[in-house]
């Protein structure tokens, strides 16, 4: 059975604050398992995001990607996302809305609504462990993630876009 | 083999082009091309940034941590660290040769890294560049591009690429940070279910490799003015050659070619590596630059990757892989094709060989094996070696007596191909960018001249806010007069 929710959480754990999606998807895992809610959200932690992953966003009704972000604002970014084709360069990686797209090609049809919760951090080094800086930063957008999977609707996802 | 445009006469004269990082290609990459007022190339230079803190990471750590961690080196081919650091380490726990069933699960587990990787190159990295020009709309030349304009070809890259990645999964026990492979065997086999899954597509897996096969030769043959000497150069090249000198990925002794095929060195056991290679340091670069002892810095380089590979071997195991190879020999005319163009044409091939080999892999019983380790006598020291997608990767550790690593030595992939993809970039420079109008699409030239070779570049950082291309020309005085950049 297809979990209406999934969640892309994105990095490399030993990359210093590229860590933050997989820390973030490690907490939440633990979380959705107390609170009962682990079969109505699939997690899906990688390096990077890749052309496969428009396959996971079949049959869901919301999707959340997760990442660190660099110069980007502090604590953290929760927004909407739309499939968008100006993506001119990539590397291996896609960007959030690029999968949005190549769903949107692949199926003919569009994606789930769906949003990114982008954490920014302050390094990236191999080798290096999560700053403290970053670890504040996630923890407070862990708070805003419990908000989200205890109403998983399109309108209140919407909602806290906009407080 | 000379460096011509390595090092202009007076630099500081020159006007300066950088490409930073080059796109669609994996970290972080930097061209730099010094002009004069009439725009003549004097120098081109590819650096690449790196990580030599790859070893500085690895040291000091138990030696059966090693091939978990060398994964988190790069998130584009995780496996290749993990099976050459496990062919190290099988060397220092002994296990001189693995169980049936360890080393067809490694197989396994290799040939679906070769699948998807060569899967993503092709249809993500390359076919924007190869199905719309180089020249095209920049903004419809990506994957979204292909999708919109060819999306049966885009779909099948897409499902191609989650095959692969499905064959990496049920043998490395996770899609990325897998365990599958430890020092002296495998720590896990299959069971019935995994492999009824993945045989239920691999036959459509075949089918539409061969499809990509012939989609390419026909690109390249359709324009051969092009294919045949785009950014052309001639080198030795060199890769490890399985049994009877079979195209094997996973194991097998070293072989080199120079730039006619004539063997250089054959049969040569990869423990031994270091006699034969050797690594040059420039002051330029912080990526080491690799040559044949035997031939010396000047000559001694070479490339490697599947154009190296498919050249290289004496046959390919695979029925449909072998007749596309000889297809592609007799097009060369019997003689080694050098043009970086052909890198696709073998690439396609080798993803056929791999969709086979798993194809042949995923009915034979001894996947669904339970005799899994081995071990022997413990030495203190192994070298593992791998054809990762990219070219042969080279890992090498020493351990203590307390079993922590205290060496570690890799050469990865791009570092082979290092002096290769320079002579590539220049080729291509003085023959597209010389004494013309610097744009975005001749700038694009120098890009496809290096994503022909798949460089990876080690870095798996993909933090949202970075900047993927940056160009900017800048005149005598340092000023910037005129930029480029994509968002």
Known sequence: ??????????????????????????????????????????????????IEHALDLQGRELALFI???????????FAQIYPSTAT????????????????????????????????RGEKFELGEPLTATAGYHAAAAFELLMGLCRQPTAAAWEKAVHK | MTYNLETAEHPEKLRRVAIDPVSRVEGH??????LDEQNKVHQVR??????????????GRPYWEVPVMVQRLCGICPVSHHLAASKALDVIVGAK?????????RRLMHYGQMLQSHALHFFHLCSPDLLFGFDSDVTKRNIVGVAAAHPEIAKRGVLLRKFGQEVIRVTAGKRVHGTGAVPGGMNKSLTIAERDALLKDIYHIVSWSRDAVHLIQKVHIQDPGLYNSFGIFRSNFMSIVGHNGDLDFYHGTLRARDDNGKLIFDDVDYQQYDKYIEEEVRPWSYMKFPFFKSLGKEHGWYKVGPLARVQNCDQISTPFAEHERREFVDYAGGTPMHAPLAYHWTRMIEMLHAAEVIKDLLHDDDLLGDDLMVEGERRMEGVGVIEAPRGTLFHHYRVDENDLITMANLIVSTTNNNQAMNEAVRHVARRYLNGREVTE????????????????????????????LAVELVDVEGNVVHSLSRS
């Open chain 1, 1 to 50: 059975m297809t979990a209406p929710v999934v969640v892309f959480a994105v990095g490399n754990p030993s990359r210093g604050d590229d860590a933050i999606g997989p820390v973030i998807c490690g907490r939440l895992a633990k979380w959705l398992a107390n609170e009962n809610l682990a079969d109505q959200v699939d997690l899906i932690e990688d390096f990077q995001l890749n």
């Open chain 1, 67 to 77: 990442d660190a972000g660099q110069n980007t604002p502090a604590p953290f970014i």
């Open chain 1, 88 to 119: 001119g360069h990539t590397t291996h990686a896609l960007p959030p809305e690029a999968v949005l797209q190549v769903y949107r090609q692949m199926e003919g049809k569009e994606p789930p609504p769906s949003f990114v919760l982008c954490v």
């Open chain 2, 29 to 34: 990459g930097k061209v730099t091309i010094l």
């Open chain 2, 46 to 59: 590819l650096h690449i940034v790196e990580f030599r803190g790859f070893e500085k990471f690895i040291q």
């Open chain 2, 97 to 105: 040769r693995l169980t049936p069933a360890a080393e067809k699960l």
């Open chain 2, 441 to 468: 699409g001749l700038l694009n030239h120098i890009e496809v001249a290096i994503r022909a070779f798949d460089p990876c570049l080690s870095c798996a950082t993909h933090a949202l806010g970075k900047m993927p």
